[in-house]
């Protein structure tokens, strides 16, 4: 979540040839009329998924996030419609995106082998603009009636207005963890982090680039640098902006380069060997996702005196969806499942750190009284103020601002 739901992913065209393929379609053929998402009722689409298998493809990196589902969620799928989940595990998203574009370009339009996609950033914007999803159906979903829609969390991925073209699924904060015994003033900005970093040498550092939390750590370090990320918001990549601002990102790192763990000859290559850095007190300061700094408080992993902070206006909020391809076989299965995974009782299940950790993109204000203390209870072992951390994120914008952070970090940083 390693947590993180949705690694670094980039769309790779599949030629016609490559399309042919036998494809993994599941060789159904549809026995009514196809669904229509606009004039069906949710009795309908009940009664549409019950008793059949629905598809799910999803990053499978996760032991934890894969016990989740295959556990808890197919249980209630099972036991609420008499569906049976199919988990289709990914190592990245992209490679359910390729068979979607591939079987439509083989003409599979209404069979395809994929009834919903775990998503966001940029495989949502190529299905989107590509008339490649169903929809808009999160609308039908009884689960909706608990979110703010008004909330950009919610209603856009990536800066891209989502328009019921995908359901919410989970909530995911990038934010700062630090030995408070070691680091009783956390920095708030980036020029304190330098500062920090200067009279500790080697007792920070950040995971590499394009690896996701890298990804991620350089996207904070653009929102910090350059004045906020209010001049990112929208769906289109602005060049000039980028031109003029990211120099100012690499002169930073470099700067702060030869104070990071081992003088930043080397980065770690993932999140889970940071952690390790971090539980072993080779460093005392670590950027991190919420589910994470929650896991390694409740297991003992970290050190009790672990605080979580944020760096107002440069952490980050980083939620993910689900979607269903235009050419899905069981659209309706799909519906129901995304309607679980929206609903209260799924997102409470997998708040809890014992079993995942991500928290939930929900209002919880929305939730009658008894929900509301139930999530209350979770947060309370949860080792963080969540609620006060996530208000002082902010959205994730257009993907190619990430894109191009990755390119310029491989040329000049990591030579």
Known sequence: MTHRSLPRRRFLYLSAGAALVASCANNQTP???RLDPISVTWDQVVERARGTT?????????????????GWVA???QRKYEVTLNRVPLTDTVEAVNKVVGEVQAGLTETGSIDLIW???????????GDLLFGPFADKLPAMQYYDTNNPAVANDFGLPIEGYSAPYTGAF????ADSVRVPTPPTTFAELLAWAKANPGRFTYVAPPQFDGSRFLLTALYGLTGGYQQYAGAEFDETLWTEQSTRVWDYLKELEPYLWRQGSTYPPTQSRLQELFANSEIWMMPAFTARIAEGIATGQFPETTQAFAMPGASLNDPSFTAIPTNASNPAGGMVLANILSSPEGQLQKFDPAVWGDPPLLTRSLLSAELQKEFDQVEMSYGMPLQTLTKQTVPVVN???????EQTWTEQIAI
């Open 174 to 177: 990038y934010i700062m963890a």
């Open 75 to 77: 249980s209630e799928l």
């Open 31 to 33: 026995t009514a009329p």
């Open 119 to 129: 998503i966001n950033g940029e495989n949502f914007r190529t299905m989107k603009q």
């Open 399 to 405: 993907a190619e601002y990430t894109t191009r952070l």
């Open 54 to 70: 629905v598809n799910w493809a999803m990053w499978g990196g996760s032991d934890q996030t894969n016990a989740y589902v295959d």
